[in-house]
């Protein structure tokens, strides 16, 4: 029997061979782009899951008036963890970035830029899953005790031993630190929100005589704090507010809104991303919507195959007539459909796998190789495709038997292929499911392609083109300051170079650092209150080669003075309640021993990116050269001409700084990775998009097959009684746009909604237009109408006589 049943299936496969594609490739290219599309998204849903009783363990962040940060003032940790019993563990991560350098034996150096080294508190081990491989956490109670990967022990020390060796660290704050090798810990998983290469004890930054290694300042709020609570325990939002009460005072924390809250760690990588993230962080909504897309896809995928399966059940209606007259029973009907699904659906599985192999190797190339080898070690993806194609499987199997079955006798000897009772409401209601999801994914898609084009050419309130950066060498350079101006000097000098500045940050980078601590006094040097507020080192040339907006005073001032002044932008006069612009020039406000006059006020402007609001911020004129940025004009040939200027540039630098690596950046491409993910993500999603409207295609063109051939007779009766092209084709269009219009109704709202949702994130967003939600439905109904108009085309060509002979 089962041989009978692969002759007949052969037999209708090769008498309907575009059907059989139309499934196959429908199908396969269905599950291929949903398997790869969850498996991205359960990847960044599964960050962190590999830290031990994560359910109880918890970051510290801090909120108040410019937003809510990352990181929290030094004094945090070593008070949480006295005046809370709820705590189990505690430690607090800084993040540090430098040179380390090694000694071989014979004297010879191997030396690197590391970005992915921290300094902590004890408790880090035991609070993160970095399981030591040698060593004894206990060491980081101890000063210059550092614990390395198993990676950098290989790149550093090769088949040696590295305990108790020595690998000095370059420090931009603290200088150069001779450590000693404590411990190797495993190297970091890549789904962590905190990867890191080298750990070293916090206290051996601990120093009376550094400004940086105050750790009872307030104002010095570098520190990422994490929690570990006890099982059943909590800690309030009202046992908060006492406890910044106690320490800064009430009315400090009411004034500026200071709120210290537990974000779980579980939810740090995909959160909508704080000031002072570690690493960048996901959008949670654009995963979930990624996975909905990937829902919807095979959701087409299996409807379209269905669809057609069951339309071509209702065309083979004779022989299934024939079958059952002769005695077969509504069990040998499903076993037949069922073996034909089997194969189908088998094939479609196959040919899935080998588009997968063919297409993974660039999609994890696309997100840096953090997803291994192979994609099939993701059981839950597997899981998750495979319990659809199961249903898909029983439910293409038994529906054409069931539909044909409840045909009387004599329709289906007829071959009438007319719905009975209703029958056929089903595939009505998918096709509008199915135009209503694509009409959704493709609004959806294109409200994300426009905001990440609305991002990437917003005006920045900066001039950021042709914006040459050189970083300060990572190692410490005797007599920088001096050497440093040289290396500026030197660079004017350059026949490209419009102009060159030397500031401690730069536009796309952090502000060198934030305080809570700076107070203002008027001119009668009343203390009138204090504010948080952002500082950044600039030199004379910093506003003129940023092209910064001064609404009153100056931007430049005299060296030689030994009074500190500085810019401020509209922000930073918020806080200060002052009336006008012309009020703040010559206001003094203080930090610590410091004073500063305030000289002149400039326009907001995105400092550290086009995704956050502008922050209160003043401008020190103080000599720090950690970046140097030079204005060029590489004039038409500016590839080549780019690409001679970094070597002229490269060659200064190394007969300044001739022991160290030479570290540059373009600045319009720094701004660029603030929504670079982004916007790889949404060519993605537009990518996956166009997979959901080729299936829906594939699936309205199938259809429109089937009932454009089911209507052959029909047609070629009312072309003999002289209907013309244009009402047959209205009249087969007619249920189409019906069910368009109805899919509409659906798309559009949904999309609004969902749109409006994802937009309010963003500091700066784009208006939503009729013709954003207009525009979908009006291709897809294009589309519909084009194919119908093909199939149309083709019958209408056909000759009457052929037309009434059918069937």
Known sequence: MLLNYIKIIVRNLRKSPIYFFLNLIGLSVGIAASILLLHYSFYELSYDDHQQNIENKYRLVVKDDGGISATTPAPVEPLIKDEFEQL??????????????????????????????????????????????????????????????????????????????????????????????????????????????????????????????????????????????????????????????????????????????????????????????????????????????????????????????????????????????????????????????????????LLAITIIQLCYPLFNAGFGGAFGESIWANQS?????????????????????????????????????????????????SVIIQFAASALMLTCSLILYQQINYLQNKDLGIDIDQKLLVYKPKESIENYEAKAQSFKNELSKLASTNGVSASGSVPSHHFNWSTNNMHRIDKTADRVGEYGINVTYIDNDYAELYNLKLIAGTDRVNENTSQLKALVNLKG???????????????????????????????????????????????????????????????????????NLIEEVKQIYTQIFPTTNFDYAFLDQKFGEAYAFATFLSRIVIGFTSIAILLAILGLFGLSLYSVERKTKEVGIRKTLGASSISLFWNNLKPFLQMMLLASFIAIPSAYFIGEKWLQEYAFKIDLDVITFLLPTTLLTVIMIGTIAFHLLKLNNTNPVDSLRYE
């Not at 200088?175 to 190297?187: I, P, R, W, Y």
């Open 381 to 429: 993806v597997i899981s998750w495709v495979l319990a659809p194609i199961l249903l898909v499987l029983i439910w293409a199997s038994i529906q054409p038997a069931i539909i044909i079955s409840s045909y009387p006798m004599i329709n289906i000897l007829k071959g009438d292929l007319r719905s009975v009772n209703g029958k056929s409401g089903y595939r009505k209601i």
């Open 573 to 643: 006069l918020e806080p200060l309640e002052i009336p006008s612009v012309e009020a703040a020039l010559g206001m003094k406000v203080v930090n610590g021993a410091d004073t500063i006059e305030i000289v002149g006020v400039i326009e907001n402007y995105q400092h550290n990116s086009i995704l956050e609001e502008s922050k209160p911020a003043i401008f020190l004129f103080r000599e720090n050269a950690q970046i140097f940025t030079i204005s060029y004009n590489t004039g038409t040939n500016s590839l080549a001409n780019t690409a």
């Open 88 to 349: 189990k563990q505690t430690t607090a991560v800084r993040h540090s970035e430098g040179i380390l350098k090694s000694f071989d034996n014979s004297g010879n150096t191997v030396s690197d830029i590391e970005e992915r080294v921290v300094s902590v508190t004890p408790g880090f081990f035991q609070l993160f899953n970095y399981p030591l491989k040698a060593g004894n956490e206990k060491l980081l109670n101890e000063p210059l005790q550092l614990f390395i990967s198993e990676s950098l022990a290989t790149k550093y020390f090769g088949d040696v031993d590295p305990l108790n060796r020595e690998l000095i660290f370059f420090e931009r704050n603290f200088g150069e630190l001779k450590l000693n090798v404590a411990g190797v810990f495993s190297n970091a998983k890549s789904n962590t929100h905190l990867p890191v290469d080298a750990v070293f004890s916090m206290k051996t930054l601990e120093n009376s005589d550094n400004f940086w290694a105050k750790f009872d300042n307030w104002g010095w709020n570098g520190f990422y704090t994490y929690i570990e609570l006890n099982p059943a325990s909590t800690i309030t939002q009202e046992q908060s507010n006492q406890f910044i009460d106690k320490h800064i005072g009430k009315e400090n924390r009411e004034r500026a809104g200071i709120e210290v809250q537990l974000q779980p760690i579980k939810d740090i990588h995909i959160s909508s991303g704080f000031m002072n993230e570690y690493q960048p962080v996901r959008d949670e909504r654009i995963i979930h919507f990624l996975i909905a897309v990937a829902i919807i896809i095979l959701f087409l995928a299996s409807v379209n195959y269905i669809n057609l399966f069951t339309a071509r059940g209702l065309k083979r209606a004779k022989e299934v007539g024939v079958r059952k007259n002769m005695g077969a029973t509504k069990l040998h009907l499903l076993l037949q459909f069922t073996t034909e699904s089997i194969i189908i659906i088998s094939l479609s599985i």
